[in-house]
């Protein structure tokens, strides 16, 4: 793989809006900036219709954008095209991506072919995809035979075969089961190391980028909500997540004063023992929780942090965003 | 280069479908031989009630003019359905992402088939020469040349289809009545002033001329050739042009990986 130092992606106050016959606008995306360094492994999330398939396609130039520049291992897509296409490829989302009455083998040597790859070279590089993403055996298949996994699995080795430096991956977990999606992933977290390549990966799917990416960037309703490392989201939510268990039933009145002060409050009482969970708004708010729950004269058996992981907090960042643009809208 | 393995690719996935889709091709052209031969032996036992030597020569009209309409919509439909096709299928947007760009893969696609569609349309012709018994001349030299200049306008058709299928998606019905419109610009007297400026129509009537009364190419009017190729080489950019409009529009709206 060529060396790239700088910059892989550059995505600079990207807009797309769409017009349904003049009267309503969509503004799919509305003016997103970020960049992705080379071999960054980044996932792309938000909720339906967040934008992420337009942003990823509006790279590709597969839709025009409204304005803005985006630039691939720092060249201008707009005005290299189509030649900057041979740094990138794409599994896109919904679509086949596959000629289904070809077989796996004659669909990777097609689309690498219309890559400009000759395929005699190539060949011990696509056997060896074809092998990690045991495909093997169906390797002279036609497409329409294999199962959705397979299909899917396919499809990204069409992607990779082409052996380019940035791949998009467009949802590439949709619709396979727990196993196939697993081997997918772990598949695809050992590529990306292996080869240093740069990865942006959407999908609903948290387990899947939780474990292949490094970085997400959050996106709702066409704006970048969140653009972080994993492992950073983790730590912010993390030291404010608890959850305590209190011996016997819970005492009267507590579950209304915890909640005056702490978000996400859960009480589960049972003649027992109590359950409570909390987050903290700012860190040194544990100290009035203990007051509280001593006022009340409560017992404490267990106290733990509790493990946060990205779906929580995905789910919490797309919740706050919300609130806050209905809250602008109220003057 | 790079666009070198881009056609090998184009070449050889095109030869897979077409193995793989063996009995539609077949069925395609089994099926026009027997609208010919209806047309044929119809024709025939007219000209035998009406014991009239007025259809002399017309046999070899209907000859050439089905074996220039095969050509024609072979090249039409192959291009149009082709986008219509990989638009449904989903392997649009994936050729679009060809470093070569998609005017390249478009035109190798349109080589390779045209190749292919001269092979089938020429065992036609034979099996309509041996049929009706009327051996025509067949000057390769003479004939090639004039037939790319006529079934440019059918390219050009087919480009414009594929860029309104590409916006308009189905479009499916008015791509058959193109389809018939062939005909009509086949079988309209081309000595009719405007009916020279039809798709088709002069370069038909020439192809007739060397075929049918053994002219060479030289021999022919050097202005109704350059008409011909002219009119072929307007449609064509016509189409091109509708084509690029409509991939604009799509582009715009998000519309090349929706059906
Ligand atoms: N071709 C189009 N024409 C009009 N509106 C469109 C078009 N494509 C997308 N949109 C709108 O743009 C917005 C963003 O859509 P997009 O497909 O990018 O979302 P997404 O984040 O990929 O969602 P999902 O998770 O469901 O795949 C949506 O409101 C959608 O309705
Ligand atoms: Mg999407």
Redesign the interface.
């Known amino acids: 793989m060529e060396h790239h130092d700088g910059i892989a992606l550059e995505v600079d106050q990207l807009k797309?809006v769409?017009r349904d016959r003049g009267t309503r606008e969509v503004r799919?995306v509305d003016g997103i900036s970020f960049r992705v360094a080379p071999g960054e492994v980044v996932g792309l999330l938000g909720p339906n219709g967040a934008g992420k398939t337009?942003t990823i396609?509006c790279i590709?130039?597969?839709?025009?954008p409204t304005s803005g520049r985006v630039a691939i291992l720092g060249r201008d897509v707009a005005s290299h095209y189509?030649?900057?296409?041979?740094q990138?490829?794409?599994v896109?989302e919904?679509?086949?991506?596959?000629?289904?009455?070809?077989s796996v083998w004659?669909n990777i040597?097609?689309?690498?072919?219309?890559?400009?790859?000759?395929?005699r070279q190539h060949r011990r590089y696509f056997e060896h995809l074809v092998e990690r993403f045991g495909l093997a055996d169906k390797r002279d298949v036609?497409v329409r035979k294999l199962s959705q996994g397979m299909k899917q699995k396919t499809a990204v080795v069409c992607a990779l075969a082409k052996r380019t430096p940035l791949v998009f991956l467009d949802e590439p977990t949709l619709g396979l089961d727990v196993e196939t999606s697993y081997e997918l992933r772990e598949t695809l977290k050992d590529l990306a190391e292996e080869e240093n390549r740069t990865v942006v990966l959407s999908s609903h799917n948290m387990d899947v980028v939780q474990d292949v990416c490094k970085r997400v960037i959050i996106m709702t309703a066409g704006r970048v909500v969140a653009d972080d490392s994993i492992e950073h989201l983790m730590g912010l939510f993390k030291t404010r997540a608890y959850r305590l268990v209190l011996r016997g039933p819970a005492p009267e009145g507590l579950e209304a004063g915890l909640a005056a002060h702490f978000p996400g409050l859960e009480v589960q009482s049972t003649p027992h023992m109590t359950q409570v969970r909390l987050r903290l708004p700012e860190p040194n708010d544990i100290y009035m929780l203990m007051d509280l729950l001593r006022d009340a004269g409560a017992t404490i058996e267990e106290i733990s942090q509790e493990e946060p992981d990205l779906e929580k907090i995905f789910l919490e960042i797309v919740r706050k965003e919300r609130e806050n643009q209905c809250n602008s809208r109220i003057p | 280069m790079q666009l070198a393995h881009t056609l090998t690719a184009v070449a050889r996935r095109n030869i897979t479908m077409m193995k793989r889709y063996l009995f539609n091709t077949v069925s395609a052209l089994i099926s026009v031989y027997m609208v010919f031969c209806l047309a044929f032996f119809g024709m025939k036992a007219f000209a035998a009630a009406s014991a009239s030597r007025a259809l002399d020569g017309t046999f070899e009209g209907t000859i050439v003019g089905f074996f220039v309409w095969t050509l024609a919509i072979f090249g039409y439909s192959g291009l149009s359905w082709e986008l219509i096709n990989e638009a449904q299928t989903g392997t649009l947007e994936q050729l679009y992402l060809s470093p070569a760009g998609f005017k390249w893969v478009c035109t190798f696609n349109l080589m390779v088939d045209f190749l292919v569609n001269v092979a089938a349309a020429v065992v036609f012709l034979f099996a309509m020469m041996a049929t009706t018994g009327r051996w025509l001349n067949l000057d390769v030299a003479s004939i090639a040349p004039l037939l790319i200049v006529t079934v440019l306008g059918a390219y050009g058709a087919g480009f414009a289809l594929g860029g309104l299928a590409l916006v308009f998606k189905r479009i499916q019905a008015f791509f058959q009545i193109v389809q018939f419109a062939f005909i009509g610009c086949l079988v309209i007297p081309w000595r009719i002033p405007w009916a020279r400026f039809l798709p088709l129509s002069m370069g038909n009537g020439l192809i007739y001329r060397v075929m049918a009364e053994g002219k060479r190419l030289w021999e022919l009017p050097a202005a109704d050739v350059l008409t011909a190729l002219a009119v072929g080489a307007a449609y064509l950019a016509v189409g091109l042009a509708v084509f690029s409009t409509c991939e604009r529009a799509a582009k715009a709206r998000g519309l090349l990986g929706h059906y």
Not at chain 1, 60 to 64: A, D, E, N, P
């Open positions: 797309k769409f799919a337009t396609k590709l130039g597969l839709i025009r189509p030649g900057i296409l041979s990138v490829s794409a896109l919904g679509s086949r991506n596959l000629y289904w009455r070809m004659e040597e097609f689309f690498t072919g219309i890559h400009g790859l000759p395929r036609e």
